[in-house]
């Protein structure tokens, strides 16, 4: 069915804008992003009409950078895939607008993708080696995606074949690194500061608790750890207090504490998902998969099972993921309808009834 095997991909469903030519759902030509940290680092989170308004600026320069990295013209691929949700209604839209306009003027297949497929999918990617060795992660595997938005547990039989297992019942993991940095005053986002504190801290220092361990289910809640942090910063932390050397081995030592309650925790509830579905593969995708304290532990807890993790570029929003899955979207004859609008609420549909 395809031609030159291409697809130009296009994701704004937060604050990256990204493009990326992918081929054949596995081989990355180009992943260019432009971030939007800097834009609402000073706010503590994302601003979505702020997100709005910079994926207006970005979009074309990011699509003629991804052109540019790859070496290929839009009119050269086979279709034109896009983020349909979910996401921020506003920021979805111009990713989708974008992509139809594309679409109707090259006269290529529209195919809109899910993003939290698409992150479980990140680990299939050519460039997303496994500890397997080999580099080529495959079906079925359990994959534990975490991030700003999402944390759940899902098995998945095929690239577009999932069965949701559980899912957080209140904040996602990310958003409980980005409030507990902000507690800390560490800023925004909160993930990559805190792991990087985390090694300079004592995990035993403060007892955090490690939600939903103890239950029978495939679920998650971060909020409760989040207010225990809230509880012991009030009661060790004067926040009029100058930082000196004490207090910021106590912020190491917060960090620290967190850190290894969010890890024990999320290795805690894929380990028992592996054992009671037999699965011997585990694929961790999500901005918090970047986390290299969870890098390192999955690899020493769970011997034995094969582990996949993208690279960090591939962790974080990017539009290689929704290129790669795209594929075999249009392989499946999955095509868009050039008035297809975005959904902001789209959840990870559950195909394992069809499979
Ligand atoms: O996947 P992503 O880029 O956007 C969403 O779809 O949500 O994830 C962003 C989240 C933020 O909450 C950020 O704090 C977190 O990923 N994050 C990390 C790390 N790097 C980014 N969390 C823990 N450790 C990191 N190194
Ligand atoms: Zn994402």
């Not at 095997?5 to 994701?11: C, F, N, R, T, V």
């Not at 540019?68 to 921020?88: F, N, R, S, Y």
């Not at 990559?192 to 239950?215: Q, Y």
């Amino acid at each position: 069915m395809s031609a030159s095997g291409l697809i130009l991909a296009i994701e704004t469903s937060c604050d990256e804008t990204a493009v990326a030519i992918v081929e054949r759902g596995r081989r990355i030509l180009s992943n260019a992003v432009a971030s939007q940290i800097a834009v609402h680092a000073p706010h503590g989170g994302v601003v979505p009409d702020l997100a709005a308004r910079h994926h207006l600026q970005n979009l074309l320069p990011t699509l003629a950078e991804a052109e540019h990295q790859a070496g290929v013209k839009a009119t050269e691929c086979d279709a034109i895939a896009v983020t349909k949700g979910p996401g921020l209604i506003g920021c979805l839209l111009l990713g989708v607008e974008m992509a139809k306009t594309l679409a109707a003027i090259h006269g290529k297949p529209l195919i809109a993708v899910n993003h939290l497929a698409a992150h479980l999918y990140s680990p299939i990617l050519e460039n997303a080696h496994s500890n397997g060795g080999n580099g080529s992660f495959t079906f079925p595997h359990l994959g534990l995606l975490i991030s700003g938005g999402h944390s759940e547990l899902v098995i998945c039989h095929g690239p577009l074949a999932w069965e949701p297992l559980g899912q957080t019942l209140d904040d996602a993991v990310g958003e409980a690194y980005d409030k507990v940095a902000k507690l800390l005053g560490l800023g925004y986002p909160g993930g990559p500061v805190i792991d990087k504190r985390a090694p300079e801290g004592d995990p035993t220092a403060f007892a955090f608790p490690r939600p939903m361990l103890g239950r029978d289910d495939d679920n998650f809640s971060f909020s409760g750890l989040k207010t225990a942090v809230r509880l012991a910063v009030e009661k060790t932390l004067d926040p009029s207090q100058r930082i000196n050397a004490s207090t910021n081995q106590r912020i190491n030592d917060l960090c620290a504490s967190f850190q290894a309650a969010v890890i024990d925790t999320l290795l805690g509830k894929a380990e028992r998902a592996l054992r009671r579905h037999r699965l011997q593969r585990l694929a961790i995708c999500g901005g918090v998969a970047a986390n290299r304290g969870l890098r390192v532990a999955a690899a020493e807890r769970l011997p034995g099972v094969e582990i996949a993790i993208p690279p960090m570029a591939l962790c974080t929003d990017n539009a290689a993921m929704i290129g790669g899955l795209a594929w075999h979207q249009l392989e499946a004859g999955d095509i868009a309808s050039l008035d297809c609008a975005p959904a902001p609420n789209w959840p990870l549909p559950n195909s394992s009834a069809t499979r």
